[in-house]
Every structure is written in C-alpha cells, then in structure tokens.
T-cell receptor, first 114, second 115 residues
C-alpha cells in the first residue's frame, strides 16, 4: 500500500527553537495538505499545495509558520521560533487530482515545545 | 461545505453491526458525503464516500437517504480494532475549483467496540 510518510514521528524541543517537519506524499499525488490536531481545536487545516504551488495558507500563523514543497516528493512545515502553544500533532495528507479522490493521511509528527 | 451533526459517542458489541448516523440537512446537490476514521495515534483513514446512491466497499457500507439530508455508515461486523473516532464530512467533489478537495473536520463520533 502506498503511504504518506512523515518524519520525525516525535519531536521535543525548547521554546524558541526552529522545528522542521517533513512529508513525503504518495507518488503521483499532486495536492498536499498540512493539518494540526489538538485536544481543544480538533483537526485544523493549516495550508495546502497543488502541483507544488501554495494555494491557501490562511490557517497558519504567518509570523512563525512556513510551508514549502521543494519538489514533488517533499513537503516541509517549519516553525520558527516555536512556542509551547504549537504543541500538537501535525498531519500531512495527499490526494490525486481525480474528482472525488480521497485524502490519504500520514501518521503525523507529535510536537512538544517546552 | 455543508455542516454535519454526529452523536459524540456510541458503543457496539464485537461482531455486531455498528451503525453510525450523520445529519447533513444543508447539503447541496454537488456535495458528496465522506467518512473517515481515526484510530488512536494514527492519521485519519479514508473509509468510503458517496453522492446519492448507497455505496459498499471492503470496509463499510454507506446508506444515504433519498433526500440526502442524512446518512449512515455501517460496519457490518465490528471488531475491537474498529474502535476509533469516525468523521462524517460533506464537501464538493471537484478535481479543482477553489477548495481542491480540502476537508473540514468536525468532532466526530467516538465508537467503542467492546467484547
């Protein structure tokens, strides 16, 4: 089964440090999404890309978060500087361009900022 | 995208059918119903989707009412591994457009399958 791969699975860092999370979408999928999940807010959409171009990042705190797709096989989500309120599980998902095609999610990066 | 309403939690005995309801009374004609589930410590997993006809796959069946205002996800023989949060999501199933297939998750239904 093709899968979305996220690294690292867990990250513990101190406030103020830079954090980079990586995602390898399923080969051939041209739309990539970043979600964040917390107990309080549930699953929130942060940003998404189509054919590597950013389409909407209105869900992201602009001052500290950035998302990029250096190539079709890699998406990154960066937080600089990190804050304790950024502690959450960050999920990447990808889908093909077909009508109705579902999103396929990775197993997330659990970020803890102390 | 149309809003959905699901019960916060449900229980089911192992081996029995689990029937998870979802109300989406404001659904539009071009909006599909999607079901995902999230098992603890994993990412959401796609289960099934449909427009107006009932659908079945190897995981589940989806029954959509004739007026499309509600649907039921059926797990025919629930196992302990089906314990998860189940999300019902309504969205336009376009290849492009302005949303590109993004999903908006609600709180879902916590299904607990017990022995």
């Amino acid at each position: 089964d093709a899968r979305v791969t996220q690294t690292p699975r867990h990250k513990v860092t101190e406030m103020g440090q830079e954090v980079t999370m990586r995602c390898q979408p399923i080969l051939g999928h041209n739309t990539v999404f970043w979600y964040r999940q917390t107990m309080m807010q549930g699953l929130e959409l942060l940003a998404y890309f189509r054919n590597r171009a950013p389409l909407d990042d209105s869900g992201m705190p602009k001052d500290r978060f950035s998302a990029e797709m250096p190539d079709a096989t890699l998406a990154t989500l960066k937080i600089q500087p990190s804050e304790p309120r950024d502690s959450a599980v960050y999920f990447c998902a990808s889908r093909s361009g077909g009508v109705g095609s579902p999103l396929h999610f990775g197993n997330g990066t659990r970020l803890t900022v102390t | 995208d149309a809003k959905t309403t699901q019960p916060p939690s449900m229980d089911c005995a192992e081996g029995r059918a689990a029937n998870l309801p979802c109300n989406h009374s404001t659904i539009s004609g071009n909006e599909y119903v999607y079901w995902y589930r999230q098992i603890h410590s994993q990412g959401p997993q796609y289960i099934i989707h449909g427009l107006k006809n009932n659908e079945t796959n190897e995981m589940a069946s989806l029954i959509i009412t004739e007026d499309r205002k509600s649907s039921t996800l059926i797990l025919p023989h629930a196992t302990l591994r089906d314990t998860a949060v189940y999300y019902c999501i309504v969205r336009v199933a376009s290849a492009g457009g302005t949303s590109y297939g993004k999903l908006t998750f609600g709180q879902g239904t916590i299904l607990t399958v017990h022995p």
